[in-house]
């Protein structure tokens, strides 16, 4: 009996902190009491301590995280949010990180997880967290919490069992990890919110904030300043097409009954600036940047992948009906979530910085002048 216990604890030496926790909090029905006590004091020589009661239900965040696999939460995240296999390491990392940490105080905070209710289309549809203060049952974003807090959070048993364990931590950690897989970054970037009303963003609250401050411009930001960027590159290329030969025009015309041609060939413009000016004039205009997470310039090659994702999923490729609905449907998650689609999945980094009122009266004259002019231009043709 000794010796198959000191084989046993040979055994469990060489095995992750992760797998030791699963096997006490998962797989706990395979061992003998005796095997899950040498698992726990295991635990506690490398320091884990807050890992033990793991027969009883799950009442916190924590708890949770500690009774699924990473395996089965990772197959959700790529299924449910179109996770990406080059950032799987990422949210390995921070679910490992989060086996690990000490919760904070936060006390009267509950998870919740639901379907968003899309008001546009009537419809249920994606995964939501959010966080219900169980004195006023006041509904608030829990985007920048740090993760210590997100430990503490308190969790209804009814919503999990409805939901699955692996799905809600799934949810859990990609609402988490929406400005980034490192804490003190996130910390950083609450920080630069609460100094700044510079940096604009969606649902975004403090740690010991208790007002909603809900800024809902960033989306149509967005969309003026590329709106801009089109007008004044579609100026500059019906410039150029009058040195093309006649065939060559015949052939651009052809296409653009299916596609516009320039919003293609703009794809590669924008992803040269980006990579040079880590900017569009439009851009500018509106005083964003794009951005790798640290802060350094794109590379021409993820500057066109970036690109390349908003004309075709942002845009719908220019093609009429199809544009309509990518434009409606960026709109709501970026409201929704803070972040595009693009963006999230190739981890690119979009600062904000503010507007003068130069900026304003430039923006104006562009939207609004060039399709005046355009009109008197047609009109003046038809005479």
């Given at each position: 009996m000794e010796k198959g216990n000191s084989l046993f604890k040979n055994y469990?030496?060489?095995?992750?902190?992760?797998?030791?926790?699963?096997?006490?909090?998962?797989?706990?029905?395979?061992?003998?009491?005796?095997?899950?006590?040498?698992?726990?004091?295991?635990?506690?020589?490398?320091?884990?301590?807050?890992?033990?009661?793991?027969?009883?239900?799950?009442?916190?965040?924590?708890?949770?995280?500690?009774?699924?696999?990473?395996e089965d939460v990772q197959r959700i995240l790529r299924r449910e949010f179109h996770i990406n296999k080059d950032v799987d390491e990422n949210y390995k990392k921070v679910f490992h990180q989060l086996l690990s940490i000490t919760p904070s105080n936060a006390d009267g905070i509950t998870i919740v997880m639901d379907k968003h209710y899309d008001e546009l289309t009537n419809t249920l549809s994606d995964w939501d967290i959010y966080g219900l203060d169980a004195r006023t049952e006041e509904k608030f974003?829990?985007?920048?919490?740090?993760?210590?807090?997100?430990?503490?959070?308190?969790?209804?048993?009814?919503?999990?069992?409805?939901?699955?364990?692996?799905?809600?931590?799934?949810?859990?950690?990609?609402?988490?990890?929406?400005?980034?897989?490192?804490?003190?970054?996130?910390?950083?970037?609450?920080?630069?919110?609460?100094?700044?009303?510079?940096m604009v963003s969606?649902?975004?609250?403090?740690?010991?904030?208790?007002?909603?401050s809900v800024i809902e411009v960033h989306a149509w930001m967005r969309f003026w300043a590329r709106t801009i960027d089109v007008m004044l590159f579609t100026i500059i290329f019906s410039f150029f097409l009058v040195y093309f030969p006649m065939k060559v025009l015949q052939l651009i015309a052809r296409i653009n009954y299916i596609m516009p041609i320039t919003l293609f060939v703009w794809v590669l413009v924008e992803a040269l600036l980006l990579s040079v000016w880590g900017k569009t004039p439009g851009k500018a205009i509106f005083g964003m940047t794009v951005s790798e997470m640290d802060g350094s310039k794109l590379?021409?090659?993820?500057?066109?992948?970036?690109?390349?994702?908003?004309?075709?999923?942002?845009?719908?490729?220019?093609?009429?009906?199809?544009?309509?609905?990518?434009?409606?449907?960026?709109?709501?998650?970026?409201?929704?979530?803070?972040?595009?689609?693009?963006?999230?999945?190739?981890?690119?980094?979009?600062?904000?910085?503010?507007?003068?009122?130069?900026?304003?009266?430039?923006?104006?004259?562009?939207?609004?002048?060039?399709?005046?002019?355009?009109?008197?231009?047609?009109?003046?043709?038809?005479?």
């Amino acid at each position: 009996m000794e010796k198959g216990n000191s084989l046993f604890k040979n055994y469990i030496s060489g095995l992750k902190d992760e797998r030791l926790i699963e096997i006490l909090n998962i797989e706990y029905s395979e061992y003998t009491d005796e095997a899950l006590s040498m698992v726990q004091e295991e635990l506690h020589s490398r320091g884990l301590v807050n890992v033990i009661d793991c027969k009883r239900e799950p009442n916190t965040v924590r708890d949770l995280i500690l009774q699924v696999k990473f395996e089965d939460v990772q197959r959700i995240l790529r299924r449910e949010f179109h996770i990406n296999k080059d950032v799987d390491e990422n949210y390995k990392k921070v679910f490992h990180q989060l086996l690990s940490i000490t919760p904070s105080n936060a006390d009267g905070i509950t998870i919740v997880m639901d379907k968003h209710y899309d008001e546009l289309t009537n419809t249920l549809s994606d995964w939501d967290i959010y966080g219900l203060d169980a004195r006023t049952e006041e509904k608030f974003s829990v985007d920048l919490y740090n993760w210590n807090d997100w430990m503490s959070f308190t969790i209804n048993l009814q919503n999990i069992n409805h939901v699955s364990k692996e799905l809600f931590i799934a949810c859990c950690l990609f609402k988490m990890t929406i400005y980034g897989f490192d804490s003190e970054e996130i910390k950083i970037k609450v920080n630069e919110i609460a100094s700044s009303t510079s940096m604009v963003s969606n649902d975004v609250y403090a740690t010991d904030n208790t007002d909603e401050s809900v800024i809902e411009v960033h989306a149509w930001m967005r969309f003026w300043a590329r709106t801009i960027d089109v007008m004044l590159f579609t100026i500059i290329f019906s410039f150029f097409l009058v040195y093309f030969p006649m065939k060559v025009l015949q052939l651009i015309a052809r296409i653009n009954y299916i596609m516009p041609i320039t919003l293609f060939v703009w794809v590669l413009v924008e992803a040269l600036l980006l990579s040079v000016w880590g900017k569009t004039p439009g851009k500018a205009i509106f005083g964003m940047t794009v951005s790798e997470m640290d802060g350094s310039k794109l590379s021409f090659s993820r500057a066109l992948n970036r690109s390349a994702s908003v004309w075709f999923f942002g845009m719908g490729c220019g093609i009429n009906i199809i544009e309509l609905i990518a434009n409606i449907t960026s709109y709501i998650r970026l409201s929704k979530k803070g972040i595009t689609r693009w963006d999230q999945n190739g981890e690119y980094r979009i600062i904000h910085t503010k507007i003068n009122t130069v900026n304003v009266i430039i923006a104006v004259i562009i939207l609004v002048g060039i399709p005046i002019l355009r009109y008197f231009e047609i009109l003046l043709s038809k005479t």
